[in-house]
């Protein structure tokens, strides 16, 4: 499989974004497995679109306002594109799903020959909503795992979240909800991490910051520590007993499937593909709303023989192995070639 694939995404230098790691690590990790692989902007692409006949172009969703004006591509090349979020998963205000989907995404979408995805979740998802088209699906494999020794103590809860400051994870409201319930919290120990970029919606992010900061209970033990590295982020997942996700839309969960590598309980909303992460009430606890996401919190925090109860279980029950991203690269290859290169015989 000579012919180059051209990936089509914004710098993932710019943003620790879930979907920007996802890039940066698979096109690494494609590259040490000797595939031609080149990669530029959208500014890269439009300036020459198309700029070889025989090849694969792989167009980040986050670029999919754009894809509407790019001319026809050769009827040699594969276009596919990289569904890390898909805006009618979690719609406007105003809009439903199925509306959304049927009006703004569909025309687009169905013009392309195929998709990577990261989940069995999202390739569903586009199937169900009447896409014919094939795609491969290419989970992640975790940034970093933990080093064979490492110390965790119980008792009181100590929490992390990883999480960008944007609406779409639902960090505000779970904020709101743990203020209405400051007297229970305030009278039991308990300390939250939280650690994402406040960057990408800056209002919002400081909505949730000013909570943190003006409130006695939390800014005392909800601590917010910006955007950090593997390398820095792996300590937190150590010590950490638990990890929050308030997320409403996961199409995968990478750093819920970080949590599951260092064997930390998960409570999370039940949402996209995090219920193919949690196994409720074995590795964790899946809710239907951020306000019963509160109320399991406060029983956690009140009653820390939860937390143990499902640490124990975990250690006993959940054996689960993981890739390296080089056994994913592996799969690309194999996937695709099942997939999409016949086209090219």
Same mark, same amino acid.
């Given at each position: 499989m000579r012919h180059p694939f051209y990936f089509i995404i914004p710098n993932p230098k710019l943003l620790a974004s879930g979907g920007n790691i996802y890039n940066q690590k698979l096109i690494e990790a494609l590259k040490k497995n000797n595939l031609p692989i080149k990669v530029m902007d959208w500014t890269g692409f439009w300036e020459n679109p198309f700029p070889e006949k025989k090849a694969c172009y792989l167009f980040d969703s986050l670029y999919f306002d754009r894809l509407t004006g790019i001319p026809k591509a050769p009827t040699t090349a594969l276009s596919l594109l990289i569904v890390h979020h898909l805006?009618?998963?979690y719609p406007p205000q105003g809009w439903s799903s199925t509306a959304y989907f049927s009006k703004n995404e569909f025309p687009v979408l169905r013009k392309m020959d195929g998709f990577l995805t990261t989940s069995r979740f999202t390739a569903t998802y586009l199937e169900q909503n @009447? !896409?014919? =088209? *094939?795609?491969? %699906? %290419?989970?992640p494999a975790p940034r970093f795992f933990p080093k064979q020794h490492f110390d965790r103590t119980f008792g009181q809860v100590r929490a992390l979240? +990883?999480?960008? !400051? +944007?609406a779409r994870k639902g960090l505000l409201p779970f904020l709101e909800n743990m203020m209405s319930m400051e007297t229970h919290f305030s009278s039991f120990p308990f300390s939250i991490d939280l650690i994402g970029s406040e960057q990408l919606e800056k209002d919002y992010a400081h909505s949730c910051l000013q909570i943190i900061q003006n409130n006695k209970t939390f800014a005392?033990? +909800?601590?917010?520590? @910006? &955007?950090?590295q593997d390398e820095a982020l792996s300590p937190f997942f150590?010590?950490?007993? !638990?990890f929050l996700s308030t997320s409403y839309m996961e199409t995968y969960g990478m750093a +819920? =499937?970080?949590?599951?590598?260092?064997k930390i309980p998960v409570l999370a909303l039940n949402r996209g593909n995090l219920k193919y992460h949690v196994n409720h009430r074995q590795n964790g606890y899946l809710t239907d709303s951020i306000a019963e996401l509160v109320t399991t919190l406060f029983e956690m925090?009140?009653? *820390?023989? %939860?937390?143990? &109860?499902l640490h124990r279980k975990i250690r006993q029950e959940d054996h689960t192995e993981f890739h390296i991203w080089k056994e994913v690269a592996k799969d690309f290859t194999l996937q695709f070639n099942k997939t999409f290169f016949y086209r090219w015989k």
């Open positions: 805006e009618s998963l @009447g !896409l014919s =088209q *094939p795609s491969i %699906i %290419i989970p979240m +990883v999480s960008n !400051l +944007v005392s033990r +909800v601590k917010f520590r @910006g &955007t950090l150590s010590k950490a007993n !638990l +819920v =499937q970080e949590a599951r590598i260092f925090v009140k009653k *820390p023989e %939860i937390l143990a &109860t």
